[in-house]
């Protein structure tokens, strides 16, 4: 993956100037700068990044500039990254199954926030991490409702356990704390609502305290052109919730987005190779690189077609299957896209939104994947 370091208007300046063989992500600083500070002006507690989400320095970087001071990490390698960009931020360490040589590397690195969700993890923090000034949440689940895709499936203790957990954990001489992923791409706010009601009853089954809740990430990013996400609305009601179910003790609140921090800061562009007589649209790029969570996460329709000289194509809207570059039939965009009829051979897709699990993802399946990061003053086509 390359990264320019020419700072360009925006992508259609780029493709009119580079026309690149190659797919191009556009990365806006100031687009990114705006939501970190839109999250940290609206979210009644901390805010925290979730590092997997796009791990790219740039991003790391405008986000400590934005105020930004916490990490949600999953891994000694996400640990280092954090710690050599911004050596004093606060680190969470949030995947809750971890090899002793990985929690011997965390304590090491001063991790103090960890989470867990079975009692054999548990016993192992608690062997394995001093105490004093440390926290380790319990991670509990609901059944999912709201979300794009269930992060439940493989992570959170039933509340019968949570309670248990979070009971031992106060009794170790840990801070006690309780965390929640309510789902990605969440785009109703009432998923959070019965999570933080549950915490409150957690707590009180634990007959512990709660210091902190982190309501996870989950906060959207605007992929349909019809459905912006009104994030306001989410933070006001988990502001609201959590006095109603905690009251006087209600505990100091973190977020951890990932896709909704950085979504809506990178713009992606595949060249189109070819329009195979007439009707399938191929990308030189697909599922197996950038645009690996499409089938996953559901499609984005804010897409512009542009042609070489960055020119955009406005023929009538007519839909057509579009593959990817490799070999595999799994590449293709699921169902069908609605694009410009005049769209041709040598003209660029551009899909707005494409900040999150894309560059992150992207792998040299084929030989293809050779991704550039092109910063951009506007990500306006
Ligand atoms: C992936 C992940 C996030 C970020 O999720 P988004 O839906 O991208 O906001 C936050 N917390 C944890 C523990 C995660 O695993």
Same mark, same amino acid.
């Given at each position: !993956?390359?990264?320019?370091? @020419? ?21 806006s600083?100031?687009q ?16 925290t990044? *979730?590092?997997k989400?796009?791990?790219s320095e ?5 986000? @400590? ?22 050596p ?17 590397q965390?304590?090491?690195?001063n991790?103090?926030?960890?989470s867990?969700?079975? *009692?054999?993890?548990?016993e192992?923090?608690?062997? !394995?991490?001093?105490a ?7 991670r509990?689940?609901l059944p999912v ?18 309670a248990?957990?979070l ?5 170790a001489?840990?801070?006690p704390?309780l965390?929640?992923?309510?789902g ?7 998923a ?6 549950e ?16 309501v996870?990430?989950g ?11 009104q ?10 919730v959590?006095t109603e179910?905690?009251?006087?003790d ?40 950038a645009l690996?969570?499409l089938?996953?996460?559901g ?5 512009e ?26 590449d293709r965009?699921?169902?069908e896209?609605?694009?410009p ?7 660029y897709m ?15 399946f ?7 990061? *092109? ?7």
């Open positions: !993956m390359g990264l320019s370091k @020419t700072i360009w208007s925006n992508p259609a300046e780029f493709i009119r100037n580079v026309r690149p063989e190659n797919p191009v992500i556009f990365f600083p100031t990114l700068q705006a939501t970190a500070r839109r999250f940290i002006d609206g979210f009644p507690g901390m805010v990044y *979730a590092v989400t796009n791990p740039v991003v790391i970087e405008n986000l @400590t500039a934005a105020g930004v001071r916490g990490f949600d990490v999953a891994s000694p390698g996400e640990i280092r990254l954090v710690r050599r960009l911004a004093d931020a606060a680190l969470h360490y949030n995947n809750p199954v971890r090899s002793r040589a990985e929690i011997a965390a304590v090491e690195l991790v103090k926030s960890w867990v969700d079975s *009692a054999s993890e548990l192992k923090l608690i062997e !394995m991490v001093p004093d000034d440390c926290e380790i949440s319990v509990f689940k409702a709201g979300a794009a895709y269930n992060f439940g499936a493989k992570f959170g203790a039933t509340v019968e356990l949570a248990q957990l009971a031992r954990v106060a009794e001489g840990f801070i704390s965390t929640f992923h309510p990605t791409q969440c785009t109703d706010p009432h959070w609502e019965s999570y933080i009601r915490a409150a009853e957690i707590g009180r089954n634990a007959g512990v305290s709660v210091a902190r809740l982190n996870g990430g906060f959207p990013n605007h992929r349909l052109q019809a459905v912006l996400p994030i306001e609305d989410t933070f006001a009601l988990i502001d609201r959590a179910a905690f009251g006087a209600r505990p100091i609140l973190i977020c951890e987005p990932g896709r909704g921090l950085c979504g809506d800061a990178f713009t992606h562009a595949a060249k189109v190779k070819a329009v195979r007589d007439g009707a399938h649209v191929f990308l030189n790029d697909g599922v197996y690189g690996a969570e089938p996953l996460v499609i984005i329709d804010r897409i077609v542009v042609d070489e000289a960055g020119h955009k194509r406005n023929g009538d809207l007519e839909s057509r299957i579009v593959f990817g570059p490799t070999c595999d039939s799994v965009i699921p169902g896209l609605m694009l009829a005049d769209i041709a051979e040598g003209d551009v899909i707005h939104g494409m900040g999150a699990y894309s560059i992150a993802t992207n792998t040299r084929n030989g293809f994947g050779d991704l550039t990061i *092109a910063t951009v003053l506007s990500l306006k086509v």
